[in-house]
Each structure stands twice: as C-alpha cells, then as structure tokens.
C-alpha cells in the first residue's frame, strides 16, 4: 500500500457519481475512523469519507493499525481505491492514502444552499418589516444590522445532518419558517402575528455557536454543552439589555417560543409549548425540517426498488414510488374508458 502517496494531486471522483467497480481517487474529508478487529484478529480500519455531494464507507484491510495512526477524524485525506458494495451500499477498498496537509478548498468538502444569499437575506428583511410591534420590530432590528452577526448568519447551517446540513441552510430554513409563519397567521387570526413572524426569525440563531462549519459541520464545545435552544435564549437576551423598555412579559413569551420550539423533551426542548404561537411555531419547524430531510434523504437513497434504505431517525423505510415505471395518472371511468384529466371518476353534473 502506498501510504506516503505520489506528489501529484489525483482527480477528485465526487462521491455521488462513485458506482460499483469504478476506480476511486481524490480528496475527502475523514469524518468517522474506527479500527476493528475480523474475528480471525487481524485489525481493519473503517472510514467515513465525504466531500459536498454525500458521504460514503471505505475500508483499509492492511496495516491498518498503521494507517490510522497517521491522520484523525477532520482531517483530509488522498486516497486511491476501487468501489464495491457491502449491504446494498457502496462501499470503497482503500489501496493508497495519505494525509493531505496542502491547502484545500473548501468547496470541494462543504455543500452550499442552492438558493441565492443575498437575495434570502433581502426577502427574510422584508418579512421582519412587517412586525407592528415596536418593541419586537426594535429587537429583531439590532440583529439585522449587526454586521457580525448577519456575517455567521448568511454562512452557517441549520443542523450537522438531516435538514438544511450545509453553507447558508440556517438561512434558508430560518427565512422558510418565516415565510410559513406569516401564512399561518392569515389562516388563524387568533394568533399574534408578530410574537410569531419574531419567534420564526429567532428559534435557531443559537446554532450558529452551536456548530463550527469550516471544512465540516460538527459540535461547538459550548454547543455540546449548551446546544443551540439555551444558546439562542442567551443571544436574545444579550440584545435585550440595550432596549430598557422592553415589555417583561414579551420577553418572557418570546423566550419560551425559542426554548419550546422542538415540542417535546424527549426532542430536546426544554420546554414544551404552552400557548398558541409556541404551538404554531413548533409544528411550522417541524414540519419544515422533515419536508428538507426527507427530501434530501429519498434524492440521496441508491437502495434498489421502490423503497428507501431504513431511515435510523424516523425507524422505517420510505416510499420512493412503483419501480415498475411511472404510474398511470390519466384519468378513467370504472369501465376503463378514457377520461378527461380533471376527475379520476366521472362525478354527477352540477
């Protein structure tokens, strides 16, 4: 095995085009690394490698002992090596690596949003316009202009992995629970549309010191601590000392909006929610974390027919669809007769 590696960079093979028996070569960031035994006692390595488009496994069988003791889990490494499945998953045999200590790009190791920055930082501003409260529409300003703040903003993701887990996902999210926010409140008029549109801006900007995301996303000290819910509340609390005036009482809701938002203990919350806008905000979060993982989950999925591999977080298999080819989605009577396209059944005239 060639550990010391050759002076030439090889070509980068992303990991999403990767399929069984191609060769592989490239840089990946090590984002796992486990040295086992087979039950003969021969010592193994298994790694978890990734770049932007998805993670994969890959396995050293020699001197792996060796091997590991070269590089650790953040690092990046250069590698050469042959692909394979185990499981129904690729999964890569390592035949050369080595550390790579030159400069990097990043790009190459982190995904970003699809969408246009700037132009989620204008919409989401817009949207904080519309706060009638003064008091709130005072707090959520000294975020909006704080140079420092909206600078990790517009960068950060909205969680190591499942949901917006990339560049500019904390945005994204944050500006598409606000937007359902404001929908929310059209529909149900009882609620206070402010303390909400306020609470959807807020709920997550504890992740921002909650994650480090330079090369990978992982853990903060103070985020395995504290985690990004308490974090959040601090953050709030810290602008709330230059506006003397503020209401105690809203602060108070709109603190328990953010400490309540993921709904359960057993979620993380500390708090559950206890009044209609902590109910509406949670369910908004939710349900915008499941529609982007899922999403991303069934795009990523390589398992073979029509169900996904088993999803570890939701504990069952999803439905990707008749893998016999596309259903027929024309319309028919039940004689089998050929119908227009507005009624699956003919219905009674008006």
């Known amino acids: 095995m060639d550990i010391e590696g050759k002076a030439k960079q090889p070509p980068h093979t992303w990991i999403k085009d990767i399929q069984e028996n191609a060769k592989v070569e490239?840089?990946?960031?090590?984002?796992?690394?486990?040295?086992?035994?087979?039950?003969?006692?021969?010592?193994?390595?298994?790694?978890?490698l990734s770049d932007r488009t998805g993670t994969v496994e890959a396995r050293v069988w020699e001197r792996a002992q060796e091997v590991a003791a070269q590089f650790k889990e953040g690092d990046i490494v250069t590698i050469t090596g042959q692909a394979g499945t185990y499981r129904n998953q690729i999964q890569i045999q390592i035949h050369g690596l080595k550390q790579n200590k030159s400069p990097v790009d990043p790009s190459i190791f982190q995904e970003s949003t699809s969408r246009d920055i700037p132009q989620m930082l204008s919409e989401l501003r817009k949207l904080s316009l519309r706060i009638e409260n003064r008091y709130l529409r005072a707090l959520i300003e000294t975020f909006m202009t704080d140079h420092d703040f909206i600078s990790q903003f517009r960068k950060a993701p909205a969680a190591k992995t499942f949901h917006h887990n990339y560049r500019g996902g904390l945005l994204e999210h944050t500006l598409s629970v606000a937007k359902m926010a404001v929908l929310v409140r059209e529909h149900y008029p009882d609620l206070d549309g402010d303390l909400l549109l306020s609470g959807a801006i807020l709920h997550d900007i504890g992740k921002m010191d909650e994650l480090t995301f330079d090369l990978h996303i992982d853990y903060s000290d103070q985020g395995r601590l504290l985690g990004h819910i308490?974090?959040?509340v601090l953050m709030v609390e810290e602008k709330l000392k230059a506006l003397t005036d503020f209401p105690t009482e809203l602060a108070l809701r709109l603190k328990h909006l953010i400490l309540s938002h993921h709904g359960e203990f057993d979620l993380g919350s500390p708090k559950?929610?206890?009044?209609?806008?902590?109910?509406?905000?949670?369910?908004?979060?939710?349900?915008?974390a499941?529609?982007?993982?899922?999403?991303?989950?069934?795009?990523?999925?390589r398992q073979e027919g029509s169900w996904t591999a088993f999803n570890n977080l939701l504990q069952r298999y999803l439905f990707k669809g008749d893998s016999s080819g596309k259903a027929d989605t024309s319309a028919k009577?039940?004689?089998?007769?050929?119908q227009g396209q507005r009624y699956l059944f003919p219905v009674p005239d008006e």
């Open 26 to 48: 490239g840089d990946y960031l090590v984002t796992s690394k486990t040295v086992s035994q087979t039950r003969q006692g021969s010592s193994f390595l298994t790694l978890t």
């Open 290 to 301: 499941k529609i982007n993982g899922l999403s991303r989950f069934l795009s990523d999925d």
């Open 272 to 288: 559950r929610p206890k009044f209609l806008e902590a109910f509406a905000l949670h369910l908004i979060d939710d349900l915008d």
């Open 333 to 338: 009577d039940i004689d089998g007769k050929q």
């Open 230 to 232: 308490v974090l959040g």
